[in-house]
């Protein structure tokens, strides 16, 4: 059963910095980070494919986010630093089972997600 469980949110003042982890069971061939702000859809954040560790980021997190996986604990984390006010949001990890050549950034081609956690960034 495939299951993800994210952690590592919090508040912070802007410049700061957080680190997400998310543990997951099971197989996914891509996950990611996403964020949603309730009323707009969830955008991607960050991806990686676990299997070759290729990764892609959202331009406005380039430089600032580093998306990471440790395979002997099933956990990617998402480390955040420079933290801006509009990184404020619900962030999700996503998984999809489906392999591709490079793991795609919308959320609609992820089949599998946890909670989420709250990422909030105070100016």
């Known amino acids: 059963q495939e299951q993800l469980v994210e952690s590592g949110g919090g508040s912070v003042q802007a410049g700061g910095s957080l680190r997400l982890s998310c543990k997951f069971d099971?197989?996914?061939?891509?996950m990611g980070w996403f964020r949603q702000t309730p009323g707009k859809e969830r955008e991607g954040v960050s991806v990686i494919n676990p299997g070759d560790g290729s990764t892609d980021y959202e331009d406005s997190v380039k430089g600032r986010f580093t998306i990471s996986q440790d395979n002997a604990r099933k956990t990617i984390y998402l480390e955040m630093s420079s933290l801006k006010p509009e990184d404020t949001d619900m962030y999700y990890c996503?998984?999809?089972?489906?392999?591709?050549?490079?793991?795609?950034?919308?959320?609609?081609?992820?089949?599998?997600w946890g909670q989420g956690t709250k990422v909030t960034v105070s100016a």
């Open positions: 099971g197989h996914f061939a891509c």
């Open positions: 996503e998984g999809t089972r489906v392999s591709w050549k490079s793991c795609p950034t919308d959320s609609p081609w992820y089949n599998y």
